[in-house]
């Protein structure tokens, strides 16, 4: 039975630069159940790096995917990220949350490189039980414009939000329900989106640090075309097959060292103000990139740690008809994002 008062079902859209993909997940049941999934294209440029270029087209690919997955409802959950959002775990004096709260404004101005007047800020006490005379605190900042800018596509689409997310933290929603074993110790789970890649370090199962990488798999498509004078078609065809191509080496290394370096960098800064002696133990990765043949292999001996593709459908419910006309080993790993924003319930 659902909790009282909440929604039975929850709808996650996630927006990407290249697809627009829905998942719907069902919550009156003791588990949470995936009860359709749809999945749109988006036309070139509609949105690069996160920017909409083009309202309507967003609009209408919004609201095709959601007629796709017979969402009859206006409410959707939806996630913000990239540069404008800040995560950061920082330690304050233990009190209780009412007072933490009008404390955060304060620490927030000590860690967070924005004005404050121009920031949403939320936060989360991490370690609540505990009596030390300091508590872990997760804060988030997220830049006003950011917000109101993807509140906007939604009005466009004629939807309203039931709640706002950040990526990072509805990433960590799949990803937990599907690899309880990945909760321990320090791993990265990376989203190799169209036209950006995002790099989530968790520690014990906690997002702690978030960094955003401008390459995904639209600069290995363009790298393919011009190197190999294939098409756009040909190209994405060798990107998303299941086999590796010898056309594929000379991409995969010069962008997959783009990846790793990114990794190594956001490894280093966690080491630098946090925890040095721990080390990322294991690479997860999801998004439209992760199904790049050979690229998981690259990363881990270039890396030298085991890098494995995340499938959020690994322990998830699935109700029959969920993924029609949808072939599940080509869609699982876009599928991070939406089902960890449904997986939210929402009032």
Request: aromatic share 4%; hydrophobic share 45%.
């Amino acid at each position: 039975m659902a909790l009282f008062g909440r929604k039975k079902t929850t709808v996650g859209l996630d927006i990407g630069s290249g697809l627009v993909k829905v998942a719907v997940i069902d919550h009156s049941k003791k588990q949470p159940e995936l009860i359709k999934v749809a999945v749109v294209p988006l036309l070139a440029d509609a949105i690069v790096e996160g920017e909409v270029m083009d309202p309507g087209i967003v609009a209408e690919a919004i609201q095709s995917a959601l007629a796709a997955a017979d969402v009859k409802g206006k409410h959707v959950v939806t996630a913000v990220g990239g540069r404008d959002v800040i995560i950061k775990r920082i330690q304050i004096e233990r009190v209780k949350e009412q007072q933490a709260r009008e404390l955060m404004r304060w620490e927030a101005e000590q860690h967070v490189p924005f004005d404050m007047e121009s920031v949403e800020l939320d936060f989360q006490i991490l370690d609540p039980d505990d009596d030390g005379v300091e508590m872990s605190v997760l804060l988030v900042a997220a830049k006003r414009e950011l917000i109101e800018s993807k509140l906007r596509v939604l009005t466009d689409a004629g939807l309203e939000p039931g709640l706002v997310d950040v990526d990072a933290f509805a990433l960590h929603n799949a990803f937990e329900i599907n690899y309880p074993d990945a909760m321990k110790g320090i791993v990265a789970l990376v989203n190799i989106g169209h036209d950006v890649t995002n790099i989530n370090i968790l520690d014990d199962g906690v997002p702690i640090l978030t960094r955003d990488i401008t390459v995904g798999t639209r600069r290995f498509r363009e790298d393919l075309q011009r190197e190999q004078g294939i098409s756009a078609d040909e190209a994405q065809q060798l990107l998303q097959g299941y086999d590796r191509s010898a056309h594929l080496d000379a991409v995969i290394e010069s962008r997959g060292e783009e990846i790793a370096v990114g990794i190594e960098r956001a490894a280093a800064f966690l080491a630098s103000s946090s925890r040095a002696a721990s080390t990322v133990r294991a690479i997860y990765t999801c998004g439209g990139g992760a199904r790049i043949p050979g690229l998981s292999d690259a990363l881990a001996d270039r890396l030298r740690v085991s890098v494995q593709q995340a499938n959020p459908l690994t322990n998830l419910n699935i109700r029959d008809g969920a993924l029609d006309s949808l072939v599940t080993d080509e869609v699982a790993s876009l599928l991070m994002l939406p089902i960890g924003l449904a997986m939210r319930q929402v009032a």
